[in-house]
């Protein structure tokens, strides 16, 4: 009697591997999407509270559709058939996601939406239909098994039970293996070919999935195959991102998506974005050029506080582009640098494009600085060791991923332990001064361990707009504004005094931070909006450049218009590429009132924008008007911006240029000929510089100069075998020889 029963487990076990193993692969290739889903957007949206919500919201919902949807097909079609069906269409939509995801990415409409609302429809339209396809795969796979003849709970309680164990297992994988191992689109294509495979595993005829089979397996060569032609295909069909000619190094790290950017060649500037946000920007081979502000206070406050050291302790929370570690082992040899980064990938794309050598003398601790410090008091505890840090700085902040347990009292207070007490710690936080819960939490939990607490940012970004702010912590009293003030940075800047710091914690009502009340997503959610209005502004102002490029002027200067009512801050440079355009079209009046409002609204906001193009090109047009008057202060102004720029970026020819041109306009050509010169000397392949020395020196007839000047200029084209290239500077030097042969005549006669 036993063994007949014992025959009947065993069978009831047979007939459970496949239904199984089938939920078990289901389940695993939604939660692998679902981990998946987050990188996927970062790119576009940033990693923030709200994208893990709409993520988690999204798949949940899909998943809850997807087994109601599910139990009906379960009782209307034949199992098999079913999930032959499901797994084909559930691939399809893999090629979907990458698909819609590159799509909606560029669609403006979706900017138009407030934060919340954009990543909410961004995340439903790329993954609500893949979510809801894999969660219709459970019933029928429990209905199967139950037409089996298996005992009821049994059977659903197993059929739950690998769900769930499938679920983990996608999850570890992909959390600790798949997307580091291979990166997310890598997977998104892996999944979908799994879940093809399984469609002709169950469909009794196989030869109906060829078609489907060869379809993916070409759409999967366009988007993955590194062949030029492949790029070019796939990002025509939405498989690839569109093709950035900027990007010198890109990777997917187990933590971000990061990615190198060549702004210009002539300086070779870059900079270093994480996900979507650019977190550093470097002129390579030029270290102490700091492109950021809140790099010029750090320096500014370091070099106050260390005037007697030659050798620094300093530790850094986060790398970054490792711009200021560089800077400290440049400027003081020998000092003891740690970088505290989470992420290797950070260090290791640092390394490779960003210009920090392989031997160099900084040492990256990889782990999260919280666990490192305390590790470091634990064995500063045992060894008895206490030699203190003298700076300690805070870059591992954003509006969109703030790891809120670096800025708890009960992290500060660790920070106060290893803190020398003449040393500083700094932070670099980003937030709205008008709004400021985030800042004035971040300062009145601070103010709970130091005892002196400072707050330095940008005097020119208005109160409204999002700005960055450094925080500065110490134990002793610090004459900030004296420090500041000794040290010449880019941009003006303002120390908040103690009726911001009023200001500041009456906001946030008296919040302090702590290891169990950190809501820094909540306090950060107004500058999040604010920033969505920033992208959708560019967005408006990418499509406006592309308009141009068409010879659509019409329409580019209506998005423009849209990106100046979407971002103020942007309103300067709209109106002054507006009146570049109506200046182009030769329409003068309307130029003209482009130019003064792009003026006028740089004046009242002090954002300090480059105006020196815009005052020229006003002047030009002035000019063309005939009202030489106006013109002649615009082109004075024009000068003054330029030389400005001239001393700030002394290697940098097109400044030297754009001086030149603009000190001609106001007739003193002997100043304008030396910055013609200098252009010359820095740039000397540019036939562009020497033309216009030429014109320079011709207006004030000075022939033999300028014959001279251009025969070298004509013998250096043909050293460097650009003889093809000099006919421009062989005309001019006929000319010249002919009006000095003129000029000669007439003083002989």
Same mark, same amino acid.
């Given at each position: ?7 009947? =487990? ?64 379960? &009782? ?59 969660? +219709? ?138 996900? =979507? ?24 406050? +370091? ?62 601790? +990889? ?45 500060? &207070? ?19 001064? &008008? ?9 009145? +939990? ?293 009006? =000095?042969?003129?000029?000669? =005549?007439?003083?002989?006669?």
């Amino acid at each position: 009697m036993e063994q007949p029963q014992s025959n009947s =487990k065993a069978l009831a076990a047979k007939s459970l591997i496949v239904p199984a193993a089938t939920v078990f692969i289901s389940s695993f290739c939604i939660m692998v999407l679902e981990l998946v889903a987050a990188r996927l957007i970062a790119r576009h949206l940033g990693a923030s509270l709200y994208t893990w919500t709409a993520v988690i919201g999204v798949v949940l919902v899909g998943i809850s559709l997807g087994n109601y949807v599910g139990g009906r097909i379960a &009782d209307w079609f034949q199992a098999g058939k079913a999930l032959a069906a499901l797994f084909a269409i559930s691939s399809a939509t893999c090629v979907l996601i990458i698909i819609l995801n590159n799509l909606a990415g560029q669609w403006i409409w979706l900017w138009n939406l407030s934060w919340p609302t954009r990543v909410f429809t961004h995340v439903l339209l790329v993954f609500m239909l893949p979510s809801t396809l894999l969660g +219709t795969i459970s019933p029928v796979v429990a209905k199967m098994a139950l037409d089996r003849g298996l005992p009821t709970g049994r059977t659903v309680g197993a059929i739950y039970a690998w769900g769930a164990i499938g679920s983990i297992a996608g999850t570890f994988a992909a959390g600790y293996w798949l997307i580091g191992a291979m990166g997310t689109v890598a997977i998104v294509w892996i999944i979908g070919g799994i879940l093809l495979l399984m469609a002709i595993l169950y469909c009794a005829r196989i030869w109906i999935f060829c078609i489907p089979a060869v379809v993916f397996l070409s759409a999967m060569t366009l988007a993955m195959a590194p062949m030029p032609w492949c790029r070019n295909a796939g990002a025509a069909l939405a498989l690839r991102e569109p093709p950035d000619p900027t990007i010198i190094y890109r990777d997917e790290t187990p933590y971000c998506y990061v990615s190198v950017k060549r702004l210009s060649k002539d300086p070779d500037k870059r900079e270093f974005v994480q996900d =979507k946000l650019t977190h550093s920007k470097i002129v390579m081979n030029d270290i102490n050029d700091l492109q950021y502000s809140y790099t010029e206070i750090y320096a500014a406050i +370091t070099h106050a506080l260390s005037a007697d050291k030659e050798r620094l302790s300093a530790m850094l929370i986060g790398g970054g582009g490792y711009v200021f570690p560089r800077y400290i082992e440049e400027t003081w040899p020998g000092s003891s640098i740690e970088v505290v980064e989470i992420d290797p990938g950070v260090t290791k794309a640092a390394m490779q494009a960003f210009g920090l050598k392989r031997e160099t003398t900084i040492k990256t601790i +990889t782990m999260d600085a919280r666990n490192y410090i305390d590790q470091l008091l634990q064995r500063r505890r045992q060894t008895g060791n206490k030699q203190p840090y003298d700076f300690i700085y805070g870059d591992a902040f954003n509006d969109y991923s703030v790891p809120y347990q670096l800025l708890t009292k009960e992290f500060n &207070d660790k920070i106060s332990q290893i803190l020398a007490d003449d040393g500083a710690y700094m932070l670099t936080l980003i937030d709205i001064y &008008d709004l400021a819960k985030y800042l004035g939490a971040v300062v009145n +939990t601070l103010k709970q361990t130091f005892p002196h607490v400072f707050v330095i940012t940008e005097a020119r970004v208005p109160k409204w707009a999002r700005n960055t702010f450094v925080v500065v912590a110490a134990k002793r009293e610090l004459d900030i504004e004296d420090i500041i003030s000794k040290y010449e940075a880019s941009s003006d800047l303002w120390c908040l005094g103690e009726s911001d710091f009023d200001y500041l914690i009456d906001k946030t009502r008296g919040v302090v931070l702590t290891d169990d009340y950190a809501p820094v997503e909540n306090l950060l959610a107004p500058v999040v909006r604010q920033s969505a209005k920033g992208f959708l502004a560019h967005r408006y102002i990418k499509e406006a450049q592309k308009l141009a490029k068409q010879g659509l002027l019409k329409e580019t200067v209506a998005f423009y218009q849209k990106a100046a009512k979407a971002k103020p801050q942007l309103t300067t440079i709209a109106y002054s590429e507006t009146g570049f355009i109506h200046f182009q079209q030769a329409d003068y009046p309307a130029a003209i009132e482009a130019f003064n409002k792009a003026i006028e609204y740089n004046e009242q906001a002090q954002l300090g924008h480059n105006l020196a193009r815009v005052n020229f090109e006003l002047g030009t047009a002035l000019q063309n008007l005939e009202r030489d008057e106006e013109a002649a202060d615009h082109f004075k102004k024009a000068a003054e911006l330029f030389r400005e720029l001239a001393q700030k970026f002394p290697d940098t020819a097109q400044f030297q240029f754009k001086l030149g041109r603009a000190l001609v306009k106001t007739l003193d050509f002997d100043a304008a000929i030396e910055a013609f010169k200098k252009a010359v000397e820095i740039a000397p392949d540019n036939l562009d510089n020497y033309i216009e020395l030429a014109k320079a020196l011709e207006l004030q007839q000075r022939y033999d100069e300028g014959i001279e000047m251009l025969q070298k200029a004509i013998d250096y084209m043909k050293s460097k075998g650009r003889s093809d290239n000099d006919t421009p500077l062989r005309t001019l030097l006929e000319v010249f020889e002919f009006k =000095k042969w003129k000029r000669t =005549k007439e003083q002989r006669q």
